[in-house]
């Protein structure tokens, strides 16, 4: 029981990008899903901020912290793709 904050981060932070990125990849677009998913990663966030205070052992915890500064790169990195791409039509 000593991991459980960041076990819960690790797990619902893993199942809000998966829903996030179902619904990328899926020709059925619904944004009450994806804000399900956003609102689950959220929590994810959240165990993963409290197991940090907490000072828990492992490097679980670290993947909810970590994925929530790489993710909005990887966004602005899509949109500046997209931007070239689209300037040089």
């Given at each position: 029981?000593?991991?459980?904050?960041?076990?819960?981060?690790?797990?619902?932070?893993?199942?809000?990008?998966?829903?996030g990125l179902g619904q990328y990849f899926t020709s059925t677009y619904s944004s009450?899903?994806?804000?399900?998913?956003?609102?689950?990663?959220l929590a994810g966030f959240t165990c993963g901020v409290?197991?940090?205070?907490?000072?828990?052992?492992?490097?679980?915890?670290?993947?909810?912290?970590?994925?929530?500064?790489?993710?909005?790169?990887?966004?602005?990195?899509?949109?500046?793709?997209?931007?070239?791409?689209?300037?040089?039509?």
């Amino acid at each position: 029981m000593k991991k459980r904050f960041s076990l819960y981060s690790l797990c619902l932070s893993m199942l809000g990008i998966f829903i996030g990125l179902g619904q990328y990849f899926t020709s059925t677009y619904s944004s009450n899903i994806l804000y399900v998913g956003v609102v689950i990663y959220l929590a994810g966030f959240t165990c993963g901020v409290i197991a940090f205070g907490k000072n828990e052992k492992g490097l679980m915890k670290y993947f909810s912290l970590a994925s929530f500064v790489v993710i909005p790169l990887l966004i602005m990195l899509g949109m500046l793709l997209f931007a070239i791409n689209f300037g040089e039509n």
